[in-house]
């Protein structure tokens, strides 16, 4: 995949990013805090607000809860989260520093000279401001330099956009690391070209914002009505192809010159001269507070934060399967993260297996929202997606992996048998320990047993047949030495007590004290067929 | 599920739609033909543009692609499809004439009469303007009360979204009644509350859109660095929530008038006064003609238009599972609309049924694109969502359907046994025919086929163990003796030839010529464990 090529290692002189200092640990500053522990980058946090250890605690577990449900890719262990007393102890060892403090122009440049003056000068300075210019904020620093905007959306553990927007002091290599370096979080760093208040996101919400506001003022629809409007119908389009290459395919083959020519006189139609700043008075807030009530009644904030997040998951691995398989928007990225953290992972696996083999490792799988069917279980194909996840799993350890299915020949599964014997729930967490059970060149027969981690609860069996086939005949074709070898060398030791019980077994007929037999046709006598 | 609730049959007097008539067939009023064949609708357009066939024809032709993808429900035989030679002809039966006519008034005031003047007084009359007035476009009608304005977005056989907008002259009633008729055919009928130029979608759409050529006009950003801005951020977020949910989230438990009050003061600062219409000179025109073919390289139209598809299908099906299974926002909408399939086609076939029993029906299913692995095959698991949706299929022709399982007892499959015998691919049709191979009076033992529909090729067989279960104690119990008869009556019958192949099969270990036994442990003596 060209995923990959895009997280070759840097050249070694530009700035790592091990170690964050979030100041301001609020929604945003809580957001950016779980962004970074888990991407596995230590976190030190500042924030002088009594209840900031919960605030970033609450909005942590949100977000682990979503990257659960988002990935089944191997996460890094998460970095360390420690709580300052001082702006100083948090930042002296950061690599990035990320300021998110309120939207105050005196009290973020008091911050961050503050930063400037603890930091170590090598040290990158982000600003989540939404509207204050870069080179308002960089005056006086000492290193200006290495001072941007990195503007983010919440919830920022979902969403991937990142403001990018340098100052007149910022130097030009400073957003290119900024946007280097928050690749392996998963976010997208998008450099904006020129600073302007409000910069490119927020300069869009604040024109579409105004319009709705002079909508609910005038009594044209209810706040209801104007979201229906929007998630009914552009709100789909824009999630995964913005404005104008929405409107290029409005164009037609006449293309987007076209396209233009239409649209353009509209601008100049008496309804887009509606253009003052609605008066956001008592009366308006009113109205508008009290129909967002009766459009949320019975919906918490937090339950409406787990059906937005939920929400977000689903439409990320959506966009995951775009354009043929290879991503798409947000989903391409969710791709280039995953396949990151597996690179990643097997790097680490190789650093501490060395040339020793320590046999087939448990897969530990969380049960996803998407899984459950309307009893509130995980829906049947599901324990097959998770048994063919086991399966890639032996294969990759046996070096099956996918460079070795691109250059030429793969394992298929032939056959499959599988039991159910618990059920498994949201959000439990299963246990996959697999088993080589026999093997020739040609063939490998395994094992999967999937326990719920809580309780150790047996839920499914499954065995499979694989054929090694040959990919450009498409027959079967022994498998090389080097991967037979290992094979042998994992095949070893015996079953699990009572695991036999799973294995080699067929369907049984229905057949017993209360047995009906098959009707050979209608009304027939009571018979066998098998 | 509430979802039902929505499509009990309405009062007798109140206007049906079984035949529709579109006037005009460009993009969106051959998005209109698509959604209302799809539903079952038959359709008369009428349109002199030469190639009007061929046009309507693509548009047909994506979106029965794009329902092939996203919904397994029964979609039912598709409407009649016909062109005429003249507007009176094609409006003559109509029950709704959908207006779709370039937005010029005269046209559109000339075309809305002559439909007033053919079609049946009760018909009601759409016009798809996306910005003129129903008071104006109305004037003159003979009867003006059963027109209004129904603006849907492209795709219109995607989106859901179609403003419905009254004028001076539109009868109460009326609203309500296109409201209600555009339910059987998964469309949003959102009334507006008064009528405005452009309504509510446009007016938003209106408003960024003038931002974002200053953006670009301005030099702050690219095309695509624009669209990146909206679709990695709140373009997820709209998709979903809209702009007042999204934004009651983010005040938290202070609640909207608390977020009014913070955003309130944004509304004065410098950057919301840029609210000139920017001249959309040639210039400006050549900049952002360039940047959308950058953006686009190698991407014709209609391949955007393939990877938009796609995509909406699969936020669609993502959404479908939001809220804990409940469905949310456009895919509710979706749940409801394969409620309303699934329980049309249950009755349908028990009018053709009657009392007789005609065995069990074959399904026909779609490969779709979310299915298919890297290597372009049909993922592993997949098959057993196949051969678990044609489990259910059994379940419905027994009577063990939704409303049994709510009553207390339901089938729980226990075990399975999968053969791949060939590959599926993307936009395959597969056949799954169905047999009960045995039963007693707790279980229940099919046997699944799949064959591919275009060469009658086998691709994969599932066998199954089902318990009938007592859901309240979680015990096996014995199915009830209303259940057993229909299994016995369809249970009759011999087995196709070859069919025992698939049966009662166990997985045998890797032997045979070749053979490599088991290692008992590394280099040790090649043996055997089974």
Redesign the interface.
């Known amino acids: 995949m060209d995923a990959t090529n895009q997280n070759t290692a840097p050249a070694p002189a530009r700035p790592q990013l091990q170690r964050a200092a979030c100041i301001g640990g609020g929604?945003i500053g809580g957001g950016w805090v779980a962004r970074f522990l888990l991407a596995g980058i230590d976190v030190a946090v500042f924030d002088p607000h009594p209840e900031a250890e919960r605030i970033v605690g609450e909005v942590l577990a949100n977000a682990r809860a979503a990257y659960g449900r988002l990935t089944d890719a191997p996460l890094p262990d998460e970095g360390r989260l420690s709580f300052h007393e001082t702006l100083e102890a948090a930042v002296a060892e950061a690599d990035w520093i990320q300021e998110s403090v309120p939207e105050r122009i005196e009290l973020k440049r008091k911050v961050l000279a503050q930063i400037d003056a603890a930091a170590r000068p090598d040290a990158l300075i982000g600003s989540s401001t939404s509207?204050l210019l870069p080179s308002d904020l960089q005056e006086g620093l000492r290193h200006p330099g290495r001072f941007f905007v990195a503007h983010p959306?919440?919830p920022v553990y979902l969403?991937?956009?990142v403001?990018i927007v340098g100052g007149i002091g910022t130097a030009p290599e400073t957003v290119e690391d900024a946007v280097r370096l928050l690749e392996p979080t998963g976010m997208?760093g998008?450099?904006?070209?020129?600073e302007?208040?409000?910069?490119?996101?927020d300069?869009?919400?604040?024109?579409?914002?105004?319009?709705?506001?002079w909508?609910i003022k005038?009594?044209?629809?209810?706040?209801?009505?104007?979201?229906?409007?929007?998630?009914?119908?552009?709100?789909?389009?824009?999630?995964?192809?913005?404005?104008?290459?929405?409107y290029?395919?409005?164009?037609?083959?006449a293309?987007?010159?076209h396209f233009?020519?239409q649209?353009?006189p509209?601008?100049?139609?008496?309804?887009?001269?509606?253009?003052?700043?609605?008066d956001?008075d008592d009366q308006l807030?009113d109205r508008?507070?009290a129909?967002?009530?009766a459009?949320?009644e019975g919906l918490s904030?937090r339950r409406?934060?787990q059906?937005?997040d939920?929400?977000?998951v689903?439409?990320?691995?959506?966009?995951k399967?775009?354009?043929?398989?290879k991503g798409?928007?947000?989903g391409r990225?969710l791709a280039e993260f995953e396949a990151g953290l597996r690179r990643r992972a097997a790097e680490a696996d190789e650093k501490v297996d060395g040339d020793q083999?320590e046999g087939l490792k448990p897969l530990a799988v969380r049960v996803s929202?998407?899984w459950?069917?309307?009893?509130g279980h995980m829906?049947?194909?599901?324990?097959?997606?998770v048994?063919?996840d086991a399966?890639d799993h032996v294969l990759q350890a046996i070096g099956a992996d996918?460079a070795y299915?691109k250059a030429g020949a793969?394992y298929?599964?032939?056959?499959?048998?599988?039991?159910?014997l618990g059920e498994a729930k949201l959000g439990d967490t299963l246990t996959v320990t697999s088993r080589?059970?026999?093997?020739?060149?040609?063939?490998?027969?395994l094992f999967h047993r999937l326990t719920r981690a809580q309780d150790g609860a047996e839920v499914a069996t499954g065995?499979?047949?694989l054929l090694h086939v040959d990919?450009a005949s498409g027959k079967a074709s022994?498998a090389p030495a080097a991967i037979?070898s290992r094979v042998?060398?994992l095949?070893?030791?015996d079953?699990p007590d009572g695991e036999d019980d799973g294995?080699?077994?067929?369907?049984?007929?229905?057949?017993?004290p209360?047995?009906?037999?098959?009707?050979?046709?209608?009304g027939?006598t009571p018979s066998t067929?098998?």
Chains 1, 2 share one sequence.
Request: include cysteine; charged fraction near 20%.
């Open positions: 929604v509207g959306y919440n969403l991937p956009l403001e997208k998008v450099p904006i070209a020129r302007i208040d409000a910069f490119v996101g300069r869009l919400l604040e024109a579409l914002w105004r319009e709705a506001l909508l005038d009594g044209i629809c209810d706040v209801e009505t104007l979201d229906d409007v929007i998630r009914y119908s552009f709100g789909m389009r824009w999630a995964q192809m913005g404005l104008f290459q929405t290029r395919i409005a164009g037609g083959e293309g987007m010159r233009l020519g649209f353009g509209a601008l100049k139609w008496p309804w887009t001269k509606l253009t003052d700043v609605v956001l807030v508008i507070a129909q967002s009530d459009q949320n904030i409406l934060e059906i937005r939920d929400n977000l689903g439409i990320l691995q959506a966009l399967s775009g354009d043929g398989g798409w928007g947000a990225l083999n929202p998407a459950i069917d309307y009893n829906t049947e194909h599901r324990y097959l997606q048994l063919g399966t996918l299915v793969s298929y599964t032939v056959e499959s048998h599988l039991r159910h080589i059970v026999s093997f020739d060149d040609k063939r490998l027969h065995e499979h047949m990919r022994p037979l042998a060398a095949a070893s030791g079953a294995i080699g077994r067929a369907i049984r007929p229905a057949a017993g209360d047995r009906m037999a098959l009707a050979q046709g209608p027939a067929r098998r």
